[in-house]
């Protein structure tokens, strides 16, 4: 039912292997697994090293990353979708994790789920911090793609509405033919990649008829790492100077701001203005507080994913 897709470059080797250990551990079986590795040759041999100890479970598959190593996460996934033909793509960067119902989650919710406008579907994560001084991993008072609101949203303002709503990739499943009409990932875009995939997946009603939309699962699935030697850093992304304002560039010359379209007239002024309030406050919305979030899920039957959540919370010394 799924190819999960696995990104790697120069990853830390603790975090990789936390990493395809939940994918080895989840209740949903039904599932092949493309890691494509664009590491240097010197973090190649630890990385395949630990790949190999996996090998044994047919269901994952090791590849070097093709052309010139290291192009970024795009070029790593499209080639790692190419590799298998599953009708659902799971995103997972090889520094994050996903708890062990993760993908019998997403399982639920599209055999729920009749629509045929919707392309993808995305669960809640929490954040996990690297301090920088004292080398002490800690959670994150935060959680990530909790936009509760995108329940209500439909195809024909979806791609206004994601404008600003950034998904993190972990917690993301797409339908594959939707994947390929698009052309999956674009290449040009070393950060800001996710962000355009969404967009173009639900289309841009100024431009075309093929619109989509997302499904919000509002269950915690998985943990986002940050750390300071991911890509997207704020001590990376200063490194790259002109490479990130080329990106920022090229994503809004294809996306316009708020501030540059004109109102839809099947649209109300009413719901034009949440829409505009929704890309002014951006990612930030979907950036609950872990405190205020797990208030509303006490009850462990409507959450059955809590009393697990708690033990990995608890479990600081795995992570």
């Known amino acids: 039912m799924f190819d999960i897709l696995i990104p790697v470059y120069n990853t830390n ?20 697994c493309y890691i494509v590795d664009g590491s240097n040759n010197v973090y190649q041999k630890e990385i395949y090293a630990l790949v190999e100890t996996y090998l044994d479970d047919s269901r994952f598959h090791y ?28 995103f997972l960067d090889s520094d994050d ?58 195809p024909s303002s979806s791609y206004y509405y994601f404008l600003r709503s950034n998904l993190w990739p972990t917690g993301l499943v797409v339908l594959r033919t ?10 040009n875009l070393k950060y800001m990649e996710d962000n355009d995939l969404i967009l173009r997946l639900c289309g841009d009603p100024r431009k075309t008829d093929s619109l989509t939309t997302g499904k919000f699962l509002n269950v915690l699935t998985g ?29 809004w010359s294809r996306h316009p701001k708020f501030n540059q379209l004109v109102k839809p007239v099947t649209l109300t002024n009413l719901y034009w203005n949440w829409l505009e309030w929704c890309f002014k406050t951006g990612k ?27 033990e990995e919370w608890a479990s600081l010394d795995d992570l």
């Open 13 to 32: 080797l603790r975090y990789l292997e936390k990493c395809l250990k939940s994918v080895q551990s989840q209740t949903f079986q039904d599932w092949q």
């Open 178 to 187: 939707r994947f390929e009409q698009i052309g999956g990932f674009d290449t």
């Open 223 to 251: 943990y986002h790492r940050r750390h300071d030697n991911q890509l997207t850093s704020p001590k990376n992304l200063q490194g790259f100077g002109e490479e990130y304002e080329c990106n920022e560039s090229i994503f």
């Open 284 to 310: 930030n919305r979907g950036m609950y507080a872990i405190e205020s979030w797990s208030k509303r899920y006490e009850d462990e039957t409507v959450n059955p994913l809590l009393t697990s959540e708690r």
């Open 63 to 90: 590849n070097r990353e093709q052309g010139i190593l290291g192009q970024g996460a795009s070029n790593a996934r499209n080639q790692a979708s190419q590799l298998g033909k599953n009708p659902y793509l799971a």
């Open 97 to 154: 994790w996903w708890l062990e119902n993760h993908l019998a989650t997403f399982v639920n919710s599209i055999e729920n789920d009749s629509s045929e406008r919707i392309s993808f579907w995305f669960s809640i994560l929490h954040t996990v911090v690297t301090k920088r001084k004292q080398g002490v991993e800690i959670f994150d008072k935060f959680c990530l793609n909790a936009y509760l609101e995108s329940q209500f949203i439909n």
